[in-house]
């Protein structure tokens, strides 16, 4: 059984390109969570979403972020016009469908804006 | 003052040494889970518990739900399990059961 999947592991950006970030979730698991780790802080809390739906999204900053996780594919964090400050660790997990459970990170996504 | 907090933030000690590293929350929780991240980046869960202990080879987690205290503990410490330890609470309600509050981390190093 695959663990939760990243990709790309690193993404190097310019400032003002877009970033999209994919996280395939553990077979069998419909809730996916992204997180961010800034340079030198702590993990937090971005988005919770389940399949086609976003259940929170209180942690994600309000313009150029969006996710995504359609009924088919993988979960998408979309970045536009990244800045500098957007550098980060990108991490995604997921749990089963009763939503309660451990949750499963995934290898993370390093994203550098140059 | 961060909803979640751990002690020490930085730790280093001699391998064989018994290790604790504490985590405390202000708010109410459905769970507590402990993670390990490793200098690579990648992220492990340890454990995940809502009452008393668990234990996994050499890791015990202990939580005190009155007192809104966690410990993690190390037996016979290696320098494999240098890395950084992080709590994160996990709240109550629909959505709030479904975030995670993370510490700022600690960060263990265990020397030879």
């Known amino acids: 059984n695959a663990g939760v999947m990243q990709n790309p592991r690193h993404l190097v950006r310019r400032r003002g390109q877009e970033a999209r970030l994919r996280c395939s979730p553990m077979?069998?698991?419909?809730?996916v969570y992204w997180y961010r780790q800034l340079p030198e802080e702590g993990l937090k809390f971005m988005v919770y979403l389940q399949k086609e739906n976003i259940i929170d999204e209180s942690g994600m900053p309000k313009e150029r972020f969006s996710a995504e996780f359609p009924k088919e594919g993988p979960s998408i964090l979309r970045i536009q016009q990244v800045v500098r400050g957007d550098s980060a660790a990108y991490f995604c997990?997921?749990?089963?469908?009763?939503?309660?459970?451990?949750?499963?990170f995934g290898p993370g996504t390093r994203l550098t804006v140059t | 003052k961060n909803e979640v907090e751990q002690s020490p933030q930085n730790l280093t000690a001699q391998e064989g040494e018994f290790i604790t590293i504490n985590c405390s929350y202000s708010?109410?929780?459905?769970?507590l889970h402990w993670l390990q991240q490793h200098p690579g980046g990648g992220i492990v869960s340890l454990f995940m518990l809502s009452s008393g202990k668990k234990k996994h080879g050499r890791l015990i987690a202990t939580i005190n739900i009155q007192e809104k205290h966690s410990s993690l503990h190390i037996t016979a410490s290696h320098p494999r399990d240098s890395a950084v330890y992080i709590c994160?609470?996990?709240?109550?309600?629909?959505?709030?059961?479904?975030?995670?509050?993370f510490g700022q981390g600690t960060r263990l190093t265990i020397n030879p």
């Open positions: 077979k069998g698991h419909s809730h």
């Open positions: 997990a997921s749990s089963p469908p009763t939503g309660v459970g451990e949750q499963y």
């Open positions: 994160a609470a996990r709240g109550i309600g629909y959505q709030g059961a479904q975030k995670l509050v």
């Open positions: 708010v109410g929780i459905s769970a």
